[in-house]
């Protein structure tokens, strides 16, 4: 069995930016420098919904995924048991169905330090006032900034797989987008020059 050094109190910190920005390979590089589990908003998303972010987009459209980022995100945050499945961690307390989260209804926080894990938002994650107040009161958030030229870069091929991409609007779209990713961020770092693991070495320092 793996020993894992938690947190005194549950964390959980959240890499927010654009498309290419390394939200999930500095995700991996800081979890196991945390010693705390990393989890994916798109593929827990992909997981609940059975079908790939693509397919959603192509089936439903981008308001049916954005419901489901939502959904997806209060369950992380909020559900003991969905959360507990991902982790793997066995749960303390009677399993409380994730209801309210459709229901809107009052939430008890668990905040046990063994619920502590790096959330990977996607690139889109937190244009939702809701889910950036979430991700503003729950988590440490932090914004992986860089330049058009290094996020083409960073993309390459897969850039025809992000279904926003498809038609073109990458500039726009960045534009549009960074003074939010700045307004939700407690901490900005520009990843040009850096690799996954000098980022995930940068965040555990401020967050330490
Ligand atoms: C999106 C980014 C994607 C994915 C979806 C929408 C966005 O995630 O959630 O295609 O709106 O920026 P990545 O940022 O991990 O590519």
């Not at 549950?10 to 800081?30: D, N, P, Q, W, Y």
């Not at 998303?45 to 079908?51: D, K, W």
């Not at 107040?133 to 025809?160: V, Y």
């Not at 073109?168 to 901490?187: H, I, K, M, N, W």
Request: net charge negative.
């Amino acid at each position: 069995m793996t020993e894992r050094t938690l947190p005194f109190s549950r964390m959980i910190v959240a890499l927010t930016g654009f498309m290419g920005c390394g939200k999930s390979s500095v995700g991996r590089e800081l979890s196991t420098l945390l010693g705390i589990p990393v989890v994916d908003l798109d593929r827990y998303i992909e997981e609940r919904a059975g079908m790939s972010i693509p397919d959603i987009f192509a089936q439903s459209g981008e308001k049916a995924f954005r419901d489901l980022e939502t959904t997806a995100l209060k369950e992380l945050l909020f559900g003991g048991s969905a959360l507990r499945n991902v982790l793997r961690t066995p749960p303390k307390r009677a399993w409380v169905p994730p209801s309210y989260v459709a229901e809107g209804g009052t939430v008890s926080e668990d905040t046990s330090p063994e619920l502590s894990f790096i959330l990977s938002l996607g690139g889109g994650a937190i244009l939702r006032p809701e889910n950036a107040a979430l991700i503003r009161e729950h988590c440490t958030c932090i914004f992986l900034r860089a330049t058009p030229e290094t996020l083409r870069l960073r993309l390459g091929g897969e850039q025809s797989q992000r279904p926003l991409l498809k038609g073109g609007g990458f500039e726009a779209l960045l534009q549009e987008r960074t003074p939010v990713y700045s307004a939700a961020a407690d901490f900005i770092i520009d990843t040009d020059t850096l690799s996954p693991m000098q980022i995930a070495g940068i965040i555990a320092n401020l967050i330490s």
